[in-house]
């Protein structure tokens, strides 16, 4: 339905439109007409008559639904809403609320509130303040102070979201301000883009046109400014090889083309060892640098000039040396690119991977197999820190693949960004790649994934334990307490929510269980049994007998 159909709609029901009526009619304006959420008793007035053209995605636990928000959202390229039940559920999504910031995906966040008439007297679910919980990882917090100011809070947090750097925006809503009068709103329209100032533009090409060897570092604003084809034809233009950033969570850059040059460690000793030679380094859409480690020392290679760009001026606020410059990358990089000469292209051999060994179940072998025998064109969400190794090293992100992991550090937002992306993009067949850690933070979006019926190929890289924590364990010199995971079933798990299962342990009958998976449509999961290198090989072999 039309904004012009709720309004006529709502007048045929007598009484005047009320701030529900002009929220839906917004929210068709806005192209928010599907809505992620898992409601309580503070947020039903806002549903009630939903409208026709509208759905509601139902996630069984708040930060469930965030990370199905956050994955639609960054798929959409559009801000998607958020439907959170009061403070407690807000404090469920606080993990995944905290990702989708460091991810700088737009969102409008909303909350119930209790109502303003007993606000007084601390209810139960009252939220005294409400708006300070999920800052400072929103961009912009409101609870409006009169009902009828509800449809212009959404508006506008719906621009903050959008605007650069993107991000979310929360909004506390009181329970009988749906049901009070309230005019439809006038849409104000801003622009989200910002161009870069041209004398820093020619700074750049200033620096840039003095350097002899060029390395370019590119991050996830690549990514999210729609710069890609941008990056492709500067890289060409200097002769310049591409990083991919550390920790970056978008593929910013075809790691199949022959410019590729590898993944930068989040440390600044081995970024600058792998960065030698170079006599300017130029950081696209990504801090110069993130770091996982303490580091010491300089951030570039000595006598190496440093350039930052992207959208985000808080990462040109914190350039450590250099100069940074502030704008949409899809506009500098060809602005750049046009003051600059272009270079003869230099012979420079593709890396080479030896293949992986066979005679045993490994992750290195399932990226390898994986890579293999995927379909042409591949959106990939990854939540598998101790396989991310392998996945670099095997299973490249090609041109015209999405690539999709967390910016955060922490877990449980793989599985349900999984499904955001695949509603948001139902064309394009998705694999999720999740850890048996990982997957356990949010193993009840499965349920969410087999409602939908969202084509996404699920496959869990069991180890039977915390890998990635044991791998930080054995770099720090400790024996780490608590990780090991056995016996988990992830087919029950599965099967038990609607979702189709297979489980997979002996190498040689590891093609059949990939083909068979891509070949299936809908949601449904293969548990791959790897070997795990922290742990003793008959142990592992335990194991995975019990688990099968």
């Given amino acids: 339905m039309t904004a012009a159909g709720l309004r006529v709609a709502a007048l045929a029901r007598g009484g005047g439109p009320t701030v529900r009526d002009a929220v839906m009619a917004l929210l068709v304006e806005l192209g928010m007409t599907r809505i992620f959420g898992n409601p309580g008793s503070t947020e039903l007035p806002m549903f009630r008559d939903l409208p026709a053209g509208f759905s509601y995605e139902l996630g069984l636990q708040e930060s469930i639904v965030l990370g199905m928000a956050d994955g639609y959202a960054q798929a959409s390229g559009r801000a998607a809403l958020v439907n959170l039940h009061s403070s407690a559920g807000l404090g469920h999504a606080m993990g995944n609320l905290f990702t989708a910031y460091r991810n700088q995906t737009p969102l409008v966040v909303t909350a119930g509130q209790q109502a303003r008439s007993i606000l007084p007297h601390e209810p139960f679910l009252y939220a005294e303040r409400a708006t300070e919980l999920p800052r400072p990882f929103v961009k912009w917090a409101c609870e409006p102070a009169r ?32 049901e009070r009068p309230c005019a439809p709103i006038a849409i104000a329209r801003s622009s989200h883009r910002v161009a870069p100032d041209p004398a820093a533009i020619a700074e ?3 620096m840039l046109g003095r350097a002899t060897r060029i390395a370019i570092i590119a991050g996830a604003g690549v990514a999210h400014d729609g710069a890609r084809a941008a990056l492709l034809d500067l890289a060409a233009r200097i002769d310049a090889g591409v990083w991919i950033a550390p920790m970056a969570a978008r593929n910013p850059f075809p790691e199949d083309h022959a410019r590729f040059r590898g993944f930068l460690p989040a440390s600044r000793e081995a970024i600058v060892a792998a960065l030698d030679g170079h006599d300017a380094v130029l950081v696209l859409g990504a801090p110069a640098f993130t770091q996982h480690v303490e580091g010491h020392g300089p951030f570039v290679p000595p006598d190496s000039v440093l350039i930052q760009m992207g959208s985000d001026p808080a990462q040109a606020a914190r350039l450590p040396e250099g100069l940074g410059i502030v704008g949409d990358l899809a506009l500098a990089l060809p ?14 051999p593709p890396p080479r991977r030896e293949p992986p060994a066979a005679d045993r179940l490994t992750d290195a072998l399932l990226m390898a197999r994986l890579a293999a025998l995927r379909p042409d064109r591949l959106t990939v969400v990854e939540e598998a820190p101790s396989t991310r190794g392998p996945l670099h090293d095997h299973f490249p992100i090609r041109a015209g693949d999405e690539f999709h992991t967390c910016a955060s550090g922490g877990l449980g937002h793989g599985l349900p960004a999984a499904i955001g ?44 334990a915390y890998a990635a924590l044991d791998q930080f364990g054995a770099l720090f010199g400790i ?25 997979v342990a002996d190498p040689a009958a590891l093609d059949a269980a990939i083909a068979a ?32």
């Fill in 204 to 206: 750049a090409a200033a």
């Fill in 147 to 178: 009902a009828e100011d509800v449809p212009a809070a959404i508006l506008r947090a719906w621009n903050v979201a959008m605007q650069a750097p993107r991000g979310p925006a929360f909004v506390s809503i009181p329970i009988d301000d749906w």
């Fill in 517 to 548: 998976l891509f070949a299936a449509r809908g949601p449904r999961l293969l548990e791959v049994i790897v070997s795990n290198p922290n742990d003793a090989v008959e142990e592992r072999r335990a194991i995975t007998e019990r688990s099968l």
């Fill in 335 to 348: 602005a750049l690119a046009e003051q600059l000469t272009a270079r003869p292209p230099s012979a420079t």
């Fill in 479 to 503: 024996e780490v307490v608590g990780s090991k995971l056995p016996a988990i079933d992830f087919v029950a798990l599965a099967t038990g929510q609607g979702v189709s299962a297979t489980r």
């Fill in 421 to 464: 992306v695949a509603l948001a993009r139902p064309e394009v067949p998705v694999l999720c790649l999740l850890g048996d850690g990982s997957a356990m933070y949010a193993i009840q979006g499965l349920w969410s994934a087999a409602q939908s019926g969202a084509d996404i190929a699920f496959v869990i890289v069991n180890n039977g």
